[in-house]
Nanobody, 116 residues
Framework: QVQLVESGGGLVQAGGSLRLSCTAS????????VSWYRQAPGEKREWVAT???????AYADSVKGRFTISRDNAKSTVYLQMNSLEPEDTAVYYC??????????WGQGTQVTVSS
């Protein structure tokens, strides 16, 4: 099994930046890729970005050019650098890991609030 813990959320003004962290523990070698999702109040959870085990990256159109996903294997951590934040980015951000031979796992989420 893999456990994911997110951190780094908070309150920021529009135009500001935050960096979210997702730290994995457990059977880390089973992770195929890690994604960030977000869910705003009353909205469906939406995909934000993905980084694969080979470091390929993909982004939702809504965050492309503003958000960057990266990883530090030594720290078993995936980051989401969020720049030029907009009020529409306000949501709970979740880390998600697709695993080999086991069900995928989610973190508990971290709140990001962008004020206008």
């Amino acid at each position: 099994q893999v456990q994911l813990v997110e951190s780094g959320g908070g309150l920021v003004q529009a135009g500001g930046s935050l960096r979210l962290s997702c730290t994995a523990s457990g059977a880390i070698s089973s992770i195929e890729y890690v994604s960030w999702y977000r869910q705003a109040p009353g909205e469906k959870r939406e995909w934000v970005a993905t980084i694969t085990s080979s470091a390929s990256r993909a982004y939702a159109d809504s965050v492309k050019g503003r958000f960057t996903i990266s990883r530090d294997n030594a720290k078993s951590t995936v980051y989401l650098q969020m720049n030029s934040l907009e009020p529409e980015d306000t949501a709970v951000y979740y880390c998600y890991a697709m695993l080999t031979g086991a069900p995928p796992t989610w973190g508990q989420g971290t709140q990001v609030t962008v004020s206008s």
